[in-house]
């Protein structure tokens, strides 16, 4: 078998106007605020972010691509740029205490999810209060799946839990150059982590999701037992609002958060 080859970085670069004027609007005023941009590429989302928000700070992992925004934006000192790997940073040393920045990117493919649980945590810290990304339209579309559709899983509970998540636009491969071999969605997130409304500790119940959607075709029962909860703690714990043989990808939050409650007090009572 025949192993396909990483790429060393997402490197299709948005060239279509509308598009990145789109991608900026979208998050709105940004005369008072910090901006984040993962992967600046050369600069076409950079350009209009440095005329609109308080503070911009860049984050390119290509040497020569940082090098580059440094030097066409050297006159103006709102604009920093970080040559650095995203997934290396702690984003709320970039912040101000007692203030939230936005984010904006196109995400490569193969660590949008990772990029995602970093963003998610900044969000539960309150370092970030809103993002647009764009991403890979399957990825996209199991961010913003709604519980009881074929997309929806653990990434989609998982963001859900963390924030408000708007299915802003769709482009086509030619609004990149070179044009990729997919589609690529823009998603709005506003962070709102639901951890507290929902009486769960976040550790927890995210290792809980992470069990209850482990197999797919399994039911939610089954996952759990796979894990070790007993026959008699589910039994004990089940609440009415889940049927006995659903699986979690039909589940919304508040059910799911409603059965880790009950199974927390059996398994481990206070």
């Known amino acids: 078998m025949q192993m396909k080859r990483k790429p060393k970085l997402g490197q299709n670069f948005l060239v279509d106007d509308t598009a990145r004027h789109a991608i900026v ?33 860049a984050l390119e992992l290509d040497r020569a691509l940082a090098a580059e ?9 709102q604009v920093q740029i970080l040559e650095c790997d995203v997934l290396k940073t702690n984003l709320q040393t970039l912040v101000p205490a007692g203030e939230t920045a936005d984010v904006i990117g196109n995400l490569p493919y193969y660590i949008t999810s990772d990029i995602l649980l970093q963003l998610f945590a900044a969000g539960s810290a309150g370092t970030l209060a809103r993002a647009v990304l764009m991403m890979q339209r399957e990825v996209a579309d199991r961010v913003s799946a709604a519980p009881g559709v074929r ?6 509970a998982t963001a859900q839990m963390n924030a408000q998540v708007d299915h802003l636009f769709t482009l086509p491969p030619s609004a990149f150059s070179p044009p990729p071999d997919v589609y690529s969605t823009v998603l709005r997130l506003h962070f709102a982590p639901r951890f507290t409304e929902l009486r769960v500790d976040p550790e927890g119940f995210n290792k809980f999701l992470k ?60």
């Not at 941009?37 to 609109?52: F, K, M, Q, S």
């Not at 703690?233 to 006995?244: G, K, M, R, T, V």
Request: glycine residues 6%; hydrophobic residues 40%; positive net charge.
């Open 151 to 156: 997309d929806y899983g653990l990434l989609s």
């Open 25 to 57: 609007d979208a998050l709105g005023d940004l005369s008072k605020r910090t901006v984040i941009e993962i992967g600046p590429g050369h600069g076409a989302i950079t350009d209009i972010l440095a005329g609109r928000c308080h503070k911009l700070i």
């Open 211 to 270: 069990q209850s959607f482990a197999q797919k075709r399994k039911t939610l029962q089954n996952n759990l037992r796979a894990v070790g909860h007993t026959a008699e703690q589910l039994s004990a714990a089940w609440p009415d609002s889940i049927p006995a043989h659903a699986r979690a990808e039909s589940l919304a939050l508040e059910p799911m958060a409603e059965l880790y409650r009950s199974l927390s007090k059996i398994v481990a009572p206070n």
């Open 69 to 77: 925004l440094t030097f066409r934006f050297r006159d103006q000192p």
